[in-house]
């Protein structure tokens, strides 16, 4: 039983370069989160696909969008990057209702320069 | 006020102890608790979740919840080295949706 995935595992941009990072649920999941953790800090939530919809957002700005697959999967776009961007961006699988758990894959490494 | 708080770090004790990890939150409305162990330079693991007032045991762990207070806590029994991490506290409910809100998290070294 796979676990989340996410790729790449690392990635260096400069600034005002686009990125997309991928990530696939676990097996069963249907539900996607997006985090952001700065270094030394706790993860904040950047938004969340269900039925490869938009369902929440967090206090993001619109440089960051997303894309959900019918097979679940999801794709974080960030464009025009900053250097305040860099950070380690976190996929979370979980099922579709409010209070179940959602578990983490292993975070893309983004370092803007 | 930061919308969930955990007690500043770091917090050290010998190998064999009690840890002791706590959490409060703003909002009245949160429904659900999750307590994630994040080792250096790795992803956050779940290690505990907990929905209703009281204790819930799980090995080593126990988490306890009071709702009138706004607190959560985690207990490690028996601290082990291989327990140093960093715990995050993580909270969802009725006005933040399935979103969790984080904690900046407790370092948490246990030493041999």
């Known amino acids: 039983d796979a676990g989340v995935t996410q790729s790449p595992t690392h990635l260096i941009k400069t600034r005002g370069q686009q990125v997309t990072l991928r990530c696939s649920p676990k097996?069963?999941?249907?539900?996607v989160s997006w985090y952001q953790q700065a270094l030394g800090q706790g993860p904040q939530f950047i938004f969340q696909?269900?039925?490869?919809?938009?369902?929440q957002r967090g206090n993001f700005p619109d440089r960051f969008s997303g894309h959900q697959f019918p097979n679940y999967s999801s794709e974080l776009n960030v464009n025009a990057l900053l250097l305040g961007d860099s950070a380690l961006y976190l996929c979370?699988?979980?099922?579709?209702?409010?209070?179940?758990?959602?578990?983490f894959g292993p975070g893309t490494r983004l370092t803007v320069l | 006020q930061k919308e969930v708080e955990q007690n500043s770090g770091p917090l050290s004790v010998p190998e064999g102890a009690i840890a002791s990890l706590n959490c409060t939150y703003s909002?009245?409305?949160?429904?659900?608790f999750f307590w994630y162990r994040q080792y250096s330079g790795k992803s956050p693991e779940l290690i505990m979740f907990?929905?209703?007032?009281g204790d819930k045991e799980d090995g080593r762990f126990t988490a306890q919840l009071n709702k009138a207070s706004q607190y959560v806590s985690l207990l490690i029994r028996d601290s082990q080295p291989s327990d140093s991490a960093t715990y995050l506290c993580?909270?969802?409910?009725?006005?933040?949706?399935?979103?969790?809100?984080f904690g900046e998290g407790t370092q948490l070294t246990v030493n041999p």
């Open positions: 979370a699988s979980s099922l579709e209702w409010v209070g179940n758990e959602q578990f």
């Open positions: 097996s069963g999941h249907d539900t």
């Open positions: 696909y269900y039925e490869e919809e938009e369902r």
């Open positions: 909002d009245r409305g949160s429904q659900s």
């Open positions: 907990i929905y209703s007032n």
């Open positions: 993580a909270v969802n409910g009725e006005t933040s949706g399935s979103r969790l809100t």
